[in-house]
């Protein structure tokens, strides 16, 4: 039986709040059973990842409160120059996660606000109404009428939990292959492998 508790958290995050810590520990105690993560190596790897993902767990909610405009124009495709970002940013968070999303993961056009109702949220930041409704159907969460509550740790937790268990992320950790568990959530760039590498690390120093 492997678990989480506050100050296991705490010793990931120093800087978390002590509320925080114990609301996301109780959450992903509850889901680990449902997962199938039973082993302290499944364990460390599914925590460095919803550590990564939700940078630190500082947050379940992607911000897009974006001010830096060279920044912008660089990260997302859909903005087109720094004209372009410096009137998103003028306009606001909500234009620009329409911005950035639209017309990708199975969102509409800006106008349809589907950019910003379906940015990141969640342990595993769940972007786009495609993945909502991946989510949907293997948790049962009415998240794409009601989107908010992948930034709720209880239905945080249950959409990870069952996240990892329908792309069978287990076998990955069990064999300690760090880059195909972060494949398996990130895709083939596996973006921030090496701050995965460190999370797994703290993980380790933990629970093994």
């Given at each position: 039986m492997v678990d989480v508790v506050q100050a296991h958290l705490i010793a990931m995050v120093p800087k978390i709040r002590p509320d925080r810590a114990l609301s996301y520990a109780d959450a992903i105690n509850d889901v680990l059973a449902d997962a199938e993560i039973d082993t302290a190596q499944r364990l460390v790897h599914f925590m460095a990842q919803i550590a990564h993902e939700s940078a630190g767990f500082s947050a379940l909610v992607e911000s897009t409160n974006y001010k830096n405009a060279a920044y912008l124009d660089k990260t997302f495709g859909n903005v087109k120059g720094l004209a372009h970002a410096q009137a998103l940013i003028a306009k606001g968070p909500v234009a620009i996660g329409n911005c950035i999303y639209a017309n990708r993961l199975g969102n509409g056009n800006e106008a349809s606000g589907d950019g910003y109702r379906y940015r990141g949220r969640g342990f595993m930041m769940i972007t786009g109404k495609n993945n909502y409704r991946e989510v949907e159907a293997y948790s049962?969460?009415?998240?794409?009428?009601?989107?908010?509550?992948?930034?709720?740790?209880?239905?945080?937790?249950?959409?990870?939990?069952?996240?990892?268990?329908?792309?069978?992320?287990?076998?990955?950790?069990?064999?300690?292959?760090?880059?195909?568990?972060?494949?398996?959530?990130?895709?083939?760039?596996?973006?921030?492998?090496?701050?995965?590498?460190?999370?797994?690390?703290?993980?380790?120093?933990?629970?093994l």
């Open positions: 049962g969460l009415p998240v794409i009428a009601h989107p908010e509550l992948l930034g709720q740790a209880g239905p945080a937790a249950q959409a990870a939990a069952r996240f990892w268990l329908t792309r069978n992320i287990n076998l990955a950790a069990d064999a300690d292959d760090i880059a195909e568990v972060t494949r398996l959530i990130n895709g083939p760039a596996r973006h921030g492998l090496d701050q995965r590498q460190v999370w797994l690390n703290k993980t380790k120093a933990i629970w």
